[in-house]
């Protein structure tokens, strides 16, 4: 066992970016991990609904390169947890691709471990058959046959098991697909003999990168170590500290409570925790619990497409209009129901929301900030694009010219930034799975690959 | 009297999860914790009718002493990222927050 376990964590998310000095400041230490967490449902349903990335391909190959080139020869294993944002079948490949390109390009070697999170419909369907499936918080509806057969990306967040697995197996680069956010980081701490409860919450600091510094941000790295009963955390850049209420406060950040967290196969207490300043920008943590869960439940996401959307930006400045804004806009949504009276109005929705700052007439705007605009925008969502694109042309053309009571402007009501106006959104998600489903802690599979000389065989 | 926002160092919000949003207030001293702590002014029933729900949408309400600071999760009426939400990240809903007045 090592009597020091160092991890370093360039940033809070692949593809954010990180200074390359911080990066080659971690590097002076005995390393014996770099983790970054890719993944998030932070940006909705729709990354994983429709399999992209939330990061640009340039920003994640450019992370990635400095992690390879300078992690590889090290011996150091590096670890990407939940690859391309959501962690599915197409965020994993997305990411496998860069990461293939980078050996190629270095005609480097490696030992390639990737570990898969889809599952499959079958799979929920009949756990959902046997009850082995609860919603994770009282606001999310029961599952259903119907609605699993809807979503066609569902995920599970695996634990550390497969990567510690992974790791037992000497892989160099190991890419997991949806991975509780702290279990890469965990994992790294779990091989190497250290405390489990100490692992996690580490994981937990470590994986928004040096958002639990002042001042915080997920584009920076940090340095954690684990110890015998305890663990450090440091920023590897001089402009920001880590102090023990930073630390704290962290451990608090978006999760629904500040000192039980809850991750597949255990529960996290960290209500004894103590956080010192052991050293100047150095925070020692202690008596984070690792307690272990009877049952086994794991976490699943899912997406189904609920409508298409084509919405329209639009600026008011006509005094005599907003006095009178949301009463026009009923007229107009009645205008265009009566000129597509053919189409049942449950088959769209039409949707208003209203910002404003000085954007109709900007820097010439002679009035301070009061209120005096308006941002509209209106959304038209249906079943089809074709349906939302002609009914928001509708509403938008009645609304443009719309003869409202008193109305001085007769040339027009909105103020358009862009032309065209109506802007085609495509697919619309919903976050349809968000459940518990009882599984073993081997219930993922891990796949290897051999990279020589930058050569897949 | 002081507003919340002149005594917390952060007052933030955020999804946890899609279909909750979590609260944070935080402290940069002891006594100032203390003090909002035992004002009674940030109670669930407070939260619940500063943000018009119902207190049993609130999940969690706690105070977490080792961080000086105060978390509160309550239900997201539409789940983040889908028709009707108007805030995906769940990253603006902090503001109400700092309209209370502590003694």
Redesign the interface.
Known sequence: MADLVRILSPCGMLGYGFPASSFLKGLEYDLHGIVVDAGSTDAGPHKLGAGVSIVSRRAAKKDLELLIIHGLPRKIPIIIGSAGGAGAKPHLDWTLDIIYEILSEQKLSAKLAIIPADIPQKTVLNANKHHQIQPLSPNIPALNAETILQTHSIVAQMGHEPILSALENRSDIIVCGRAYDPSPFAAIGLFHGKDPGLSYHLGKILECGALCAEPGTTKDCILGTITGDSFTVQSLNAKRKCSPVSVAAHTFYEKEHPYILHGPGFTLDLEQCSFIEKEPGVVEVKNSRYLRSDEYWIKLEGARRAAYRTFVLAGIRDPLLLGQLESVEELVVRQTAEYYSEIDAEEYEIRFYHYGKNAVLGPREPVPFSGHEVGVMFEVLAQTQELASSICATVRSTFLHYGYENRKSTAGNLAFPFAPSDIEFGPVYEFSIYHLMKASGDFFTVQYEEVTDGCSL | MAALYELAK?IRS???????L?L?I?F?SASTYERVKKSGKVTPAAISKLYGTDES?I??F?F?D????I?I?M??TV????????D??GAQQHAPLFSIEID
């Open positions: 952060v955020k999804n946890s999860g899609p279909f909750e979590t944070d935080l940069d949408q999940h969690h706690v977490f080792q961080a000086l600071g978390k999760t239900a997201r789940s983040s990222g889908t028709i009707g939400d108007r995906v990240y």
